[in-house]
């Protein structure tokens, strides 16, 4: 839920620390991630960033704090024994076997973040803050990946420019103004 709700990577993912949620301003804080048995800084300086939660998920997080084994350094998301997963027991261990009891097919858990940023493209939310929940270091990065996805053709934005700049209701030609046809007429 966590990983569809945020696009955090894998390993920013097994690297969260309860003191990284912010219960009060709904915000989830990626200070580092967990590879190759390690906690290590965000890939990039965009990397490391706030990311926006819904409270359905907020709601979901109370509940898992309440049962979630208790370890150092405090991870969110730790082994049975409280301490930080590993990326194969990730998959192989609660990932795939997710994903058989959802009847779903076998899948990179990466693509659960190119889910998250269809999801918020599909609601037509603008690219620089999907960019910037993705904590990609650049809009290019953002655009070459999802910019297919993204709204070519938007009848709804031409009509509010027309009614902008020209200031009417319709922002239509009125056609009624124009010069009137002129028939032939044989004699």
């Given at each position: 839920?966590?990983?569809?709700?945020?696009?955090?990577?894998?390993?920013?993912?097994?690297?969260?620390?309860?003191?990284?949620?912010?219960?009060?301003?709904?915000?989830?804080?990626?200070?580092?991630?967990?590879?190759?048995?390690?906690?290590?800084?965000?890939?990039?300086?965009?990397?490391?960033?706030?990311?926006?939660?819904?409270?359905?998920?907020?709601?979901?997080?109370?509940?898992?704090?309440?049962?979630?084994?208790?370890?150092?350094?405090?991870?969110?998301?730790?082994?049975?024994?409280?301490?930080?997963?590993?990326?194969?027991?990730?998959?192989?261990?609660?990932?795939?076997?997710?994903?058989?009891?959802?009847?779903?097919?076998?899948?990179?858990?990466?693509?659960?973040?190119?889910?998250?940023?269809?999801?918020l493209i599909a609601?037509?939310?603008?690219?620089?803050?999907?960019?910037?929940?993705?904590?990609?270091?650049?809009?290019?990065?953002?655009?070459?990946?999802?910019?297919?996805?993204?709204?070519?053709?938007?009848?709804?934005?031409?009509s509010l420019l027309g009614?902008?700049?020209?200031?009417?209701?319709?922002?239509?030609?009125?056609?009624?103004?124009?010069?009137?046809?002129?028939?032939?007429?044989?004699?």
């Amino acid at each position: 839920m966590t990983a569809v709700l945020t696009g955090a990577r894998e390993g920013e993912l097994i690297g969260l620390q309860w003191g990284d949620v912010g219960w009060l301003n709904s915000h989830l804080y990626i200070r580092r991630t967990f590879n190759h048995g390690k906690f290590m800084e965000p890939k990039s300086k965009a990397s490391r960033r706030k990311i926006d939660l819904s409270p359905e998920l907020i709601h979901e997080l109370k509940k898992w704090k309440l049962v979630c084994p208790k370890g150092e350094p405090d991870p969110i998301f730790p082994t049975e024994e409280g301490t930080p997963q590993n990326t194969a027991n990730l998959l192989y261990r609660r990932f795939f076997p997710a994903l058989r009891r959802a009847g779903l097919p076998r899948m990179r858990f990466h693509n659960l973040r190119h889910t998250y940023a269809s999801l918020l493209i599909a609601q037509g939310e603008r690219p620089k803050y999907i960019q910037c929940q993705l904590g990609h270091s650049s809009i290019n990065v953002t655009m070459d990946i999802y910019g297919h996805l993204m709204e070519t053709v938007n009848q709804k934005a031409a009509s509010l420019l027309g009614k902008t700049v020209l200031g009417s209701e319709d922002s239509r030609i009125d056609h009624s103004q124009e010069a009137p046809s002129v028939s032939v007429v044989s004699r």
